[in-house]
């Protein structure tokens, strides 16, 4: 997860925060929070917790006798989670490597993963790892963004990055949108020996106060920054202000409203 589709420093963590978390992903933490069934006592690993965001609404209605260890590889992102939910006795932070937990076996009741598992290098090894450390009977659950075109927001800001670079387009959205196919998904859990697995196609709604504040998320809070970077570009300003018109025009500005295309998938180790 070094490669530059997996970088988030800087300053990636509070734009992603402030301009990403309430657009797309706060509406399928929410969703992601109703389907998740802690049992009193339970005890959640949540892998890649990015900032916080489904770490947050897990806490909402997590049992007071139960336990969340919410972990991410990425150092800044975790520190800004932990700065931004403060403390909490029920919660716990740690940097873990999906791939390698450094958790004895059968130790949770319920995995989560939010919009992780797409960046994931090797994901049968997660796979496996997330299976070994659960309990008999415990699920992993988790979500993934379905394909580009179901997410024409992201499509629409793709191409207009790509015209600023039309030798050596960015790749980056290829990573979080390029593993989505339900058949895939499905036969990755099975090959894990995971029992009850579920995939789910869910389409939910987002919305950024502006048009502006969306294309900042979308070019600055995220490694595709990292990318445009390498290309040369020490200003990302008229790509940011070209990618909001663009979006303005698709989908509105003050307040900017579009459809968002997830993947949700579940199963148990029996």
Known sequence: MAGSDSKFVGSIPEIYDRCLVPFIFEPFAADFAKRLDVPGGGSVLELACGTGVLTRAILKSLPRDSRLVATDLNPPMLEHARRRLGADPRLEWQVADAMKLPFPDASFDRIVCQFGVMFFPDKPAALAEA?????????????????????????????VVGSFFPSNPPPFFQVPFGYHDPAVLRSAME?????????????????????LDAARGLVEGCPLIVQIQERGVSDPGPIVTAVAAKLAEEYGDAPLRCKLAAVWISGTRS
């Open 131 to 159: 299976r070994r450390v659960l309990k008999p009977g415990g699920m992993l659950a988790f979500n993934v963004w379905d394909s580009v075109e179901r997410n024409r927001y992201v499509e629409v800001s793709d191409a």
């Open 191 to 211: 090959r894990a020996r995971f029992a009850k697995v579920s995939v789910e196609q869910v389409v939910l709604e987002g919305t950024s106060p502006t048009a």
